[in-house]
Structures are given as structure tokens and as C-alpha cells.
């Protein structure tokens, strides 16, 4: 058989499939990814080493800048592992904001997974534009409510930082039930598209038990068909009382990993629906919270949320000061991507491409 | 074989392109129109057409001013200053005590500020408030902003003066 020498290239950083500052070194054989090796660190700010001399709440601000894509529900786990720590209680009605807004976070996440991904496929910016336009909606909400649509830093250790303005309710649902007309749209456009078939079924297979051993979580897992759920797990906040299902895929390549994203899209509208309708009045925040943040136990906590993008978790630590003794975030794009390798070697290069998009990261978090 | 696929998604694309003539979405008498179903072209042509902002938006800093007396409302408490994660606010006071002390200086590092709103929240005298300014850039390398900057900021966009409330 004819040899031929392999050749090593350097995807990225700047290349605009990587969705931000990543490197990936690939040894080429011909067209086939041989090896593979993710290099990342270009975006590293130190938010970890930051946090230790910043206030319990001035530490919400910088986990916005984590996941830009989704603010709300990073700022939620931050909060939820300060809250652990500091033995803070949460109002009934901050609960339901919160779920609303981490809910609709993860709409706004899945619909740019999707669109990215056929960004990537070469299905020019038609439907990941279609898809910003839903997100756009969901925006101005979000601005609507606490003054800002990417850097929320809206959810606080204790609750929520303001009430949802006049008219928000009949708005969201109105939004809501708008996108559940626009999935479908979606999902008739693109799921069952020839040219997308072709290019995603049995690429890129991440089989269940490689994605358990790299300790894969959220969208990802699912799609190689583990039902494993956070918000079922743990059941915090209040997810108990909503009635919604982990829907999984079994195959685990490229387009199981798409059609999670459309099947989880469903999911967290109904679960809109229900929290929508059955939201209570009161108080947004704790009483006691800014006190006790201004003496905070000498403790650690580990707070975890399922985040759009699969297990996110802060670990703090508190030496009884005002600030975080320690702060550890855990990513889940930076975890998502270890299997990178396992799932492209042997694939062609072009599919390499396809695969990253797959999984959907976002390099704020990655590299923190 | 993939006329079907392309022929779906070409149809999405026409009733959109129709869609953007015949829809409503954009800007009618100063309001965004959010209505969903209204469907229609949601490009908003930047410099000639400007989405109003919503009353919480989080612009830049301005200081607000006492309605009868026309001087700043800051008493140079400081507690914006502890509140401020980057280290941006500066404040000092005359010689006045309590509340009737009055902020003779007050700089404001705009190009430090991360528009977190954590000073507001932190005010208890309705001194400063974020306005609705996001048309920040300047030519100038260190943009500060002293006390009279931000009582001239606060002229031009407290809505409390004009008439509109803010509801909070
Ligand atoms: S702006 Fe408010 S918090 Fe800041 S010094 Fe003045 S009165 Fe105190
Ligand atoms: S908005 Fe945030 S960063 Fe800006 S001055 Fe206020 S507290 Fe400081």
C-alpha cells in the first residue's frame, strides 16, 4: 500500500468555526484526522483568581463573562452554591423566576447550537439568523427585566435582584407558545434534510460508555442515550413540581446530538408553560441575605446546575470574610471537549468541523 | 435525491422574504414592537433608526438631582464605592455631617465601568441611576467623568423630569 507522510496543521485559534480563540493541532493523514490535540488558554482572564478579592455579589458580574451565551443560568449556580454555603434561603416567587429565566436561557442556547452547527455545515448564516431572531425576542425580555441582554447579572445569591417588570408574564407567554410554532418550523426545515443526513449520521459517534468515563454531561450525554438529567437528579430549585421528561437519542454521532437540542427545545417550553401559569406573588429576595453575605460562615459548598450546556458547578469556599476564600467553577465545554479526540480520529478533516460544532462550546468558559 | 431538503428550505425562506414586507415588526411611535406573531423585517438600520431603550437599561452612570433644590442629591456616603466591583467610583465630601454633607467631587472611570448596576443598588439616597446613553465611544484614551459631567448626563436623561416614572 502506498505510504504517504503525515501532515500536522493548526486549526485556529482565530478561525471562525472554533466560535471563538481555540487551537486544535491535527496530524492529517491525507484527508484523515490521524490524531488530534485541543490546545485552549487563549481566552484564560483568571475570573477564579479574580473572584477571590471581590464580594460575594461582586462576583455575579464576572460569571456572566463565563457562558456569554447563557448569563442567567451561570449566575444561578453561582448563586445556589453561595446560598448553600451561607445557609440562604430562597423566596417562592425568585424560584420561579428563576426557572423561567434559566428555561428560556436554554432556548436561546439549543436554538444557536442548532444554527451554528448548519453554520458549519456550509448552510450559510440562513438559519442560524432565523434562530437569532427567536433569540432577539427572548433579549429583549431579558433587558425588559434587568437592564442588560447578555451581562444579566440578574440572579443574586439570595434571590433575584429585581421584580419582573409590568406586563413580563402575558409577554412570555405569548413568546412562548411563539416558539413552539418556530421549533416546529425548524424542526420540519432542517431535521430531515437530505444534504444534513448525509453529512451527520454515524460521524463523529460518542458511545455511551466513553461519554461516562469522560464524565460528559448535559446534550451531549443524552444524545448517546444516558438519561441523566440534573434537574431530575437533584430536583433543586423547584423543578419537582414541573412535569417534563429527559428526552434522550441512542446513536450518539453528529445529528443525534442536533435533534437533542430540538427535543430538549420542547421540553423546557412546556416546562415555561407550566411555571408561566402557576407563578405565585411575593417577595424576590431573601430577607436575611445581604446580611448574612456581609458575615458569611467559615464553610465550603458545592452548588451544580444543569446548564444549557450540561453540568456546571461552582465550589466555593469561605474563610468567614466578605470574600470567596476559593472560588472553582466547573465548565462544562472544557469537560465536553475531552473526548474531542476519540470522537474525530479516523473521521475526514472536513467532519472534524462538524463534530466541534457538535459540541457545542463556548470559549468564555472553556478557558475562563 | 436532495431537491426535497432544498425545496423545504427555500419555501421557509420565501415566506419569510414575503413575511418582511407584509409584517409589522420594528419601531412604531417610539416602541418596539415585540409582538411575535406580527412577523415581519427585524433589521433596525442602525444610525437613522434607534430602538428606544426600556427604563431599566443599564447605560451609563448619571447622577440625579434634588427636584428643589437643583443640587446633586450624593452625600458622599460612599457606600457606591465599596459597592463597585471595579474600583471605578471616586467621591469627596465638604465638611457638612450626615445627610446634609454634600459630594463636592465625584469622578466616574466610564472606561472601567462594567455597567453592573451594583452601585445604584447600593445608593440609599437616589443619587446616581443608570441612564439610557449607549453611545459611549470617545476619542479620548481614559474617558473620566466628573461630577458636573454627570449631573449634565443626568439632566439629559433622568425620566423623572420628563414625566415619564420609572416604574421599579
Ligand atoms: S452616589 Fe449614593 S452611595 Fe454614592 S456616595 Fe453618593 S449618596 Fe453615597
Ligand atoms: S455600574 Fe458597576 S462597574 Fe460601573 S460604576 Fe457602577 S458598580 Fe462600578
Given at each position: 500500500m ?6 500536522t ?13 481555540f ?22 482572564r ?6 477571590e ?21 451561570n ?7 453561595v ?9 417562592e ?10 428555561e ?9 447550537a ?16 432565523y ?25 443574586r ?53 466513553l461519554a ?21 437528579v ?7 413540581r ?10 450518539g454521532?453528529?445529528?443525534d ?12 417550553i412546556r ?6 401559569d ?26 451544580r ?40 480520529e479516523?473521521?475526514?478533516i ?7 460544532g ?11 | 435525491m ?24 420594528g ?7 415585540t ?35 437643583g ?49 445604584v ?16 465611544s ?31
Amino acid at each position: 500500500m502506498l505510504k504517504t507522510e503525515s501532515i500536522t496543521l493548526n486549526l485556529g485559534p482565530q478561525h471562525p468555526s472554533t466560535h471563538g480563540v481555540f487551537r486544535i493541532k491535527v496530524e492529517l493523514d491525507g484527508e484523515a484526522v490521524r490524531d488530534l490535540e485541543p490546545v485552549m488558554g487563549y481566552l484564560h482572564r483568571g475570573i477564579e483568581k479574580i473572584s477571590e478579592d471581590r464580594t460575594y455579589v461582586q462576583v455575579v458580574p464576572l460569571t456572566d463573562r463565563l457562558d456569554y451565551i447563557c448569563a442567567m443560568t451561570n449566575n444561578q449556580a453561582y448563586a445556589m452554591a453561595v446560598e448553600k454555603m451561607a445557609g440562604i434561603k430562597v423566596p417562592e416567587r425568585a424560584e420561579y423566576i428563576r426557572v423561567i429565566m434559566a428555561e428560556f436561557t436554554r432556548i436561546i442556547n439549543h436554538l444557536l447550537a442548532v444554527g451554528f452547527l448548519w453554520n458549519e455545515l456550509g448552510a450559510y448564516f440562513t438559519p442560524l439568523l432565523y434562530c437569532y431572531r427567536e433569540r432577539e425576542r427572548i433579549l429583549d425580555l431579558f433587558e425588559k427585566t434587568c437592564g442588560s441582554r447578555l451581562t444579566c447579572n440578574y440572579i443574586r445569591p439570595g434571590g433575584v435582584s429585581l421584580d419582573l417588570p409590568e406586563g413580563f408574564i402575558p409577554e412570555a407567554k405569548k413568546l412562548t407558545s411563539h416558539l413552539k410554532t418556530f421549533t416546529d418550523e425548524l424542526n420540519t426545515m432542517l431535521t430531515k434534510n437530505e444534504i444534513f443526513i448525509s453529512r451527520t449520521v454515524d460521524v463523529g459517534i460518542l458511545p455511551a460508555d466513553l461519554a461516562i468515563n469522560s464524565s460528559i454531561t448535559g446534550p451531549m450525554l443524552r444524545a448517546s442515550g444516558v438519561p441523566y438529567d440534573i434537574r431530575k437528579v437533584d430536583n433543586y430549585s423547584i423543578y419537582d413540581r414541573f412535569d417534563f421528561d429527559v428526552p434522550t437519542c441512542d446513536h450518539g454521532d453528529v445529528w443525534d446530538r442536533y435533534y437533542q437540542h430540538i427535543l430538549e427545545i420542547y421540553q423546557s417550553i412546556r416546562i415555561l408553560e407550566q411555571a408561566l401559569d402557576t407563578i405565585p406573588d411575593g417577595k424576590v429576595m431573601g430577607r436575611r441575605a445581604s446580611r448574612s453575605l456581609r458575615r458569611p460562615p467559615k464553610d465550603e459548598a458545592y452548588g451544580r446546575i444543569e446548564s444549557p450546556k450540561g453540568e456546571l458547578g461552582f465550589y466555593v469556599v469561605g474563610d468567614g470574610s466578605k470574600n470567596p476564600y476559593r472560588l472553582r467553577i466547573r465548565p462544562p465545554s472544557m469537560i465536553n471537549l475531552s473526548a474531542l479526540k476519540e470522537m474525530c480520529e479516523g473521521q475526514k478533516i472536513q467532519d472534524l468541523i462538524v463534530i466541534l460544532g457538535s459540541v457545542n462550546i463556548v470559549l468564555g468558559e472553556v478557558d475562563r | 435525491m436532495y431537491f426535497q431538503g432544498l425545496a423545504k428550505g427555500l419555501s421557509v425562506t420565501l415566506k419569510h422574504f414575503i413575511q418582511s414586507y407584509t409584517g409589522k415588526t420594528g419601531i412604531e411611535d417610539g416602541e418596539r414592537i415585540t409582538e411575535p406573531s406580527l412577523g415581519g423585517m427585524f433589521t433596525v438600520e442602525y444610525p437613522d433608526e434607534k430602538l428606544p431603550m426600556y427604563p431599566r437599561f443599564r447605560g451609563a452612570l448619571m447622577h440625579l438631582r434634588d427636584p428643589e433644590t437643583g443640587e446633586a442629591n450624593c452625600t458622599a456616603c460612599g457606600l457606591c464605592i465599596t459597592a463597585c466591583p471595579q474600583d471605578c467610583l471616586t467621591v469627596e465630601g465638604d465638611d457638612g455631617k450626615g445627610k446634609d454633607r454634600r459630594a463636592e467631587a465625584f469622578t466616574y472611570g466610564l472606561s472601567e465601568c462594567i455597567f453592573c448596576g451594583l452601585c445604584v443598588e447600593a445608593c440609599n439616597f437616589e443619587a446616581i441611576e443608570m441612564s439610557s446613553d449607549y453611545e459611549l465611544s470617545s476619542s479620548e484614551r481614559e474617558i473620566v467623568w466628573d461630577l458636573e459631567r454627570l449631573l449634565a448626563q443626568g439632566d439629559k436623561y433622568d425620566r423623572r423630569q420628563s414625566g415619564e416614572d420609572e416604574e421599579k
